[in-house]
């Protein structure tokens, strides 16, 4: 069973900067084809924000390019996003995202969820 574990993400002003973590685990995986993370504003469907393939290519939206940085460790199958100067449209519920390829499946896996709320 695949499992994503989150931290970071809180309240901060406008301005500011956040990081956010992931660690993927589980027994079965065989290799973690892509990593990143979602956003979902409220009110809105959950948007792919930014996305590194396991050969390092990074795709990041229009809106956060120049602000978000994605890193990934492969050696610790861990994705972190750096986030700086924070705007209230970037407030929502933050998911990481795994594409795996296991033994059984090939298939996309979401974390919980972590909120990020910036005020103006």
């Not at 809180?10 to 290799?31: K, P």
């Not at 892509?34 to 409220?42: D, I, L, S, T």
């Not at 795709?59 to 924070?86: Q, W």
Request: proline share 2%; with cysteine.
């Amino acid at each position: 069973q695949v499992q994503l574990m989150e931290s970071g993400g809180g309240l901060v002003q406008a301005g500011e900067s956040l990081e956010l973590s992931c660690v993927v685990s589980g027994s079965n995986i065989f290799r973690i084809l892509v990593m990143g993370w979602g956003r979902q504003a409220p009110g809105k469907q959950r948007e792919l924000v930014a996305n590194q393939t396991d050969d390092g290519t990074t795709d990041l939206v229009d809106s956060v390019k120049g602000r978000f940085t994605l890193s990934r460790d492969n050696s610790k199958n861990a994705v972190n996003l750096r986030m700086t100067d924070l705007k209230p449209e970037d407030t929502g519920v933050y998911y990481c995202f795994a594409h795996i390829l296991s033994w059984e499946e090939l298939g996309d896996h979401w974390g919980q969820g972590i909120q990020v709320t910036v005020s103006s």
